[in-house]
């Protein structure tokens, strides 16, 4: 394996080769087992409050596509839930599957969703960057929504309408004044837990907050993210597409999951 991937010979089942703490104690996603969660009654809610002149980009990574905000001040932050100060808001992206059964990382009692939106903070009250923060236990704070198919999504529009700027990987594209908060579901009761980032290298420094509302996607537009490239324009070997790139659970290993509702 020299590259990681989603591949049977570069996938999540051998990433441990490269990336040994793909074993550790703290791995994201994680199967959420309602009855166990603890609720905390102590938990406030959690708010977000970001400016859409923070947008800036979209962008193909040949593992997913993401939206990347301009994150050199506090414009756009997440506050309150599990966190202590504010998290800055740095991208969000997506997580699917080769069909509409399943694709999303976490799971809720063993059910699967077809997809996950994550939007992703840093701690920038204690870290200076995304880059330090990203090596700390309280580092990184991440909103993972379920997706599921129903109505078509008006509010995801703007994004798949862009991925026609973006088929390849390596490709990038402006995209400016977009505030994420309409891509999150009216209900904010969530879980919360200490876990990891899903991809390489899974460094253990995420704080999760998964919302118990799904949002709503149709099946037409789900099927937009599966057909981008996760191989460049030019390159020489055979065109892929990205029809899957979801981690599969990993153990809980002790670790408590607290729940904002009972
Ligand atoms: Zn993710």
Redesign the pocket.
């Known amino acids: 394996m020299n590259k990681w991937g989603y591949a049977d010979h570069n996938g999540p089942e051998v990433w441990h080769e490269l990336f040994p703490l793909a074993n550790g104690d703290r791995q994201s996603p994680i199967d959420i087992i309602t009855k166990a969660a603890s609720y905390d009654p102590s938990l406030p809610p959690f708010n977000v409050d970001y400016d859409p002149s923070s947008a800036k980009l979209i962008m193909n990574s040949g593992h997913?596509f993401s939206v990347e905000f301009d994150d050199g001040e506090d414009k756009s932050v997440v506050r309150g839930g599990p966190l202590h100060g504010s998290y800055r808001l740095r991208q969000f992206?997506?997580?699917w599957g080769p069909c509409d059964d399943y694709g999303a990382?976490h799971k809720v009692d063993g059910r699967d969703y077809p997809a996950?939106l994550?939007i992703?903070h840093w701690n920038s009250e204690k870290y200076s960057n995304f880059v330090e923060a990203a090596q700390k236990p309280d580092g990184l704070a991440?909103l993972?929504i379920f997706l599921k198919i129903g109505e078509h999504n008006k509010n995801l529009e703007r994004v798949t309408n862009a991925l026609d700027n973006i088929n390849f990987k390596g490709k990038q594209s402006s995209f400016t004044n977009f505030d994420p908060s309409c891509l999150l579901p009216d209900c904010k009761e969530f879980w919360t837990y200490p876990g990891s980032?899903?991809?390489p290298p899974l460094l253990e420094t995420v704080i999760w907050i998964v919302l118990k509302e799904p949002i709503e996607v149709s099946s037409r537009q789900l099927s937009r993210f599966r057909s981008l490239f996760s191989t460049t324009e030019t390159d020489e070997i055979e065109p892929c597409c990205m029809k899957n790139n979801h981690r599969p659970i990993q153990p809980l290993k002790g670790r408590t999951v607290r729940s904002s509702f009972s």
């Open positions: 997913t992206h997506f997580h990382e996950e994550h992703v991440v993972g980032l899903t991809v």
